[in-house]
């Protein structure tokens, strides 16, 4: 638009001075046409700019990390062509926000003309750099003039409102912790299921004939030798939700290291769901209550994944403090503490030190593993005095022999 005033000025000044020096009539129309052509434009894109309409769509509101297609739809109501329709579309991650600070927001501009009495579709690619609930808001919407020179925002009843959002998913990480040894995982339940089995082997469900498909680790071979049969065991379901997961995103993360945490907990989440594990995550909200929801299947694990990829930033430790103040005592759990940010500052977590070493005897969890990004293997061996166990997100445990050589 700028550009188009500048020419426009140019031109209204070489008519004018060939207006001045020069006699011809002809240069004295050309002048006053130039004045009055911006006026008449103006003229012709009022109609337009009542008559537009536009509303904005999303493909798919959960996509992979990659390009996500929004659609803008104009429609001209006009008997009048529209040459220029300028729309500015504003983003904004909700993963990692402080109160109304984002960290990741941009703006996207989109122009295209239209006809009279017509409709136009434009599928604006809009390309997503980190996973979380990224929320898309028209914020200004014009009408261009013939010639370039005015921009006039269509009426706010013709113009989309609220805001469209879109699920973007985190890469998968590789499961991080051993599922087959029950008693590591903290699997050993009070109370089992006596409908369903399970995956339990600290737990009998039924024992029965052997079928196609069976796992041979679960073929009771003594058994079997005696009845000159295959018998195979059935696993217990544990009810109780005795593996927690709590989840912190604190407010120095970069958006790299809360994808990573959440990549994470959704590869092990799906890992435990397949073998008919019942787990439980955590997290606190931006209201500082905190959220705790059972995942007991796939439906269970996407409603958790939907608040999770808007999950706000919060101060240091801060989620723990609420798990041990307003969780309901779980002796037999053990937790899992997922951190994306500074893990430890000994001058800033005196608080946090007292509350590593009273967690067992409140009676909040039976074993307590701390999962950072990175954490230097002093750092490890500090929180490691304190009677918690630390193993970073990737798998690896700081101070083995395999960190060691890398």
């Known amino acids: 638009m700028t550009g ?24 004295h129309l050309l002048f006053l046409f130039l004045l009055l052509l911006p006026l008449v ?20 509101d959960i996509v992979p990390k990659g390009t996500c297609i929004v659609c803008l739809t104009a429609k001209n109501a006009s008997p009048l062509p529209c040459a220029c329709v300028r729309v500015c579309l504003g983003r904004r991650n909700a993963l990692g926000r402080i109160g109304d ?8 501009t989109a122009r295209f003309s239209l006809g009279s009495r017509r409709s ?12 979380g609930r990224v929320d898309f808001t028209v914020r200004h919407i014009a009408v261009c003039d013939m010639l370039g020179l005015f ?3 269509i009426l706010k009843k013709n113009a989309p409102s609220g805001t469209a959002s879109v699920y973007v998913l985190p890469d998968l990480q590789c499961c991080t912790i051993e599922t087959e040894d029950a008693a590591d995982l903290g699997l050993d339940s009070s109370t089992y299921s006596t409908e369903k089995p399970g995956s339990d082997p600290s737990e009998i469900f039924q024992l029965r004939d052997y079928r196609e498909g069976d796992a041979r680790h679960s073929i009771h071979w003594k058994l079997s030798s005696r009845m000159n ?29 809360a994808e990573y945490m959440l990549g994470t907990v959704l590869a092990f989440s799906e890992y435990l769901i397949a073998r008919s594990i019942v787990h439980s995550v955590s997290w606190l909200g931006e209201d500082t209550v905190l959220h ?35 969780a309901a005592p779980q002796p037999e759990t053990h937790l899992y503490y997922l951190v994306a940010g500074t893990i430890w500052n000994p001058a800033e977590d005196a608080n946090a030190k007292r509350l590593l070493t009273n967690l067992p005897s409140l009676g909040v969890c039976r ?30 445990i700081p101070g083995t022999e395999a960190e060691a050589e890398l």
């Open 120 to 131: 136009f579709t434009l599928r604006l690619p809009v390309k997503m750099a980190y996973c």
């Open 292 to 326: 705790t929801v059972s995942v007991t299947g796939v439906d269970a694990l996407a409603a958790v994944l939907h608040e999770l990829l808007a999950l706000p930033g919060q101060k240091r430790w801060s989620t723990l403090e609420h798990f041990a103040v307003q």
């Open 367 to 396: 074993r307590l593993t701390l999962m950072p990004e990175r954490c230097p293997l002093e750092t490890a061996e500090s929180l490691r005095d304190l009677g918690c166990e630390v193993q970073l997100l990737d798998g690896s």
């Open 229 to 257: 049969r295959l018998i195979v065991r059935e696993f217990g379901l544990p009810l109780n939700p005795s593996l927690h997961f709590l989840l912190e995103l604190r407010a120095d993360a970069e958006p790299a290291a």
């Open 41 to 60: 434009s103006l003229l012709a894109a009022l109609p337009v700019r009542r008559a537009l309409r536009c509303r904005m769509e999303i493909e798919d």
């Open 151 to 153: 921009s006039m925002p």
């Open 4 to 27: 188009n005033r500048i020419l426009y000025f140019d031109a209204v000044l070489l008519s004018f001075l060939l207006f001045v020096f020069f006699d011809p009539y002809l240069f």
């Open 101 to 108: 600070h984002y960290l990741e927001t941009s703006e996207e």
